[in-house]
């Protein structure tokens, strides 16, 4: 790909500026027909025990909704009562909880929940409630409890529950398969069984491991592909890992949904030419299946029209995915803040976050901060300050950024005059620490006037 090595830093997914958020706020309420739509997908699933959320997404996207409608539908109907939706919100607040965002109340209400599903007769519920229940997670531990709970969702005809069984009785071992409870899933082709048993193998048995994961796969697994294709020596770039990327995509698998949403819209892969439409419809799928990292492609894809993405509605994809705990969500919110993106202004609160996040080691938070002290967004413009800053980001592993040092210097800014000789040298910089540079892409930053910290681009 052009300009790869620099496009890494210009194309982490941060917006542009305050003054693109022209466009109409978002409607305040979901679409009707979205709202019915996924009433009946829940509805299905909990009468199937079932626990793949695709559907449910499916439904919401067909009826002309949005990944904010869904979140809002999903909600408010696990406020109603809904099994299907109480185990989603379940693990939203469960993703939360790891986040660090209120881990305790999280869990506490998580846990709640899952008891009201699984009264409710939802296997998929019983089964997690059960995991809660064997560790204390929200409560007291009870393994007595945790045992009948996946007893009970054996009986309502739930395989993932019957491979969990085994594990937390004692039956299963991955040096001893011959128990025959054991041996009677393994025949059915109990395909959660398998995933298991590869999970169990990874480390010291890798080869066994890719064994269980092949007859995962064989047997319907969404995430045995995912996985065989990640571990190939290409990873996924050669032609046998992106077949079975594109099956872990069709079987609902949300990290491959993602890759394929990006390939798709940038035409790499086995994806040429670009399809964005296509690509932007895999990563809401993605995102809405809960894997909130494709949520920072996903809203570089909406900052390219911003008439048609309002910008309110790209700083909800990172505010949701910087909840989760994801580095470049919370850069770019914290940038949304400072900058008043898509929000009202923040400037102190913002730059408070990203100066955190700086101090945490997130490279890219540095170079936010670049941006915005270069530029005299939330604070005065000083070109030192936005060098220093990037040097931060190049002393931790970002050589890129010394590329960057050389554009800022060559423009200056309202504090400083343009400084040709000191560009050349960070240019130097750049090349000793194995960066090369490409003279060209300099030049086209140069020659547009301005720098901010991203192109509207995936």
């Excluded at 990944?67 to 539908?73: A, H, I, P, T």
């Excluded at 998580?110 to 064997?134: F, H, I, K, S, V």
């Excluded at 394929?260 to 299946?289: F, K, N």
């Excluded at 390219?304 to 990172?318: G, I």
Aim: charged residues 20%; aromatic residues 6%.
């Amino acid at each position: 790909m052009r300009h790869s090595l620099l496009m890494a830093v210009l194309l982490c997914a941060l917006p542009l500026s305050a003054e693109e958020a022209g466009a109409a706020p978002l409607p305040a309420a979901p679409v009707p027909d979205a709202a019915a739509a996924l009433r009946a997908a829940l509805q299905m699933m909990a009468e199937q025990g079932a626990d793949d959320y695709f559907p449910a997404v499916q439904a919401v996207l067909d009826a002309g909704g949005t990944e904010q409608d869904y979140l809002r539908l999903m909600t408010e109907a696990a406020a109603a009562g809904a099994p299907a939706a109480q185990l989603w919100r379940a693990q939203q607040l469960a993703d939360y909880a790891m986040s660090g965002t209120a881990a305790g109340e999280a869990v506490q209400e998580a846990r709640q929940l899952l008891a009201a599903a699984a009264d409710a007769g939802y296997a998929p519920a019983m089964l997690e409630l059960a995991a809660y229940t064997a560790s204390g997670l929200g409560g007291r531990a009870n393994e007595r409890e945790a045992m009948r709970l996946l007893t009970e969702a054996c009986k309502a005809g739930s395989v993932r529950a019957r491979a969990a069984y085994l594990l937390m009785s004692g039956c299963l071992s991955k040096e001893n398969l011959t128990a025959p409870e054991v041996v009677s899933e393994l025949r059915n082709n109990n395909v959660y069984l398998e995933e298991i048993l590869a999970a169990l193998s990874e480390s010291e048995q890798p080869e066994t491991a890719r064994s269980w994961w092949e007859k995962a796969d064989t047997h319907g697994s969404a995430k045995a592909p995912y996985f065989l294709a990640q571990s190939g020596d290409g990873a996924f770039g050669e032609p046998r890992a992106q077949e079975l990327l594109r099956r872990a995509a069709e079987r609902h698998w949300p990290e491959a949904l993602a890759v394929l949403g990006a390939w798709e819209s940038s035409g790499r892969g086995d994806t040429e030419p670009p399809d964005v439409p296509c690509g932007m419809r895999h990563l809401q799928e993605a995102v809405m299946l809960g894997y909130q990292e494709a949520a920072v492609t996903l809203a570089a894809l909406f900052l390219r029209e911003p008439q048609s993405y309002p910008a309110e509605r790209v700083t909800a994809l990172y505010a949701e995915a910087a909840a989760r705990g994801f580095d470049r969500a919370m850069v770019a919110h914290a940038y949304c803040l400072a900058v008043g993106r898509g929000c009202p202004p923040e400037p102190e609160r913002g730059m408070a976050r990203l100066r955190k996040l700086a101090e945490q080691g997130v490279l890219y938070a540095h170079v936010a901060l670049a941006d915005l002290y270069f530029n005299g967004r939330g604070t005065e413009p000083d070109l030192r300050r936005a060098v220093d800053a990037l040097g931060e980001a190049a002393a931790g592993g970002l050589p890129q950024a010394y590329t960057l040092m050389a554009v800022l210097t060559r423009l200056g800014n309202a504090s400083t005059p343009p400084d040709p000789e000191r560009a050349r040298l960070y240019l130097r910089m750049a090349a000793e620490q194995g960066e090369p540079t490409d003279e060209a892409l300099v030049e086209e930053l140069v020659a547009a006037g301005a720098w901010h910290f991203l192109p509207p681009a995936p």
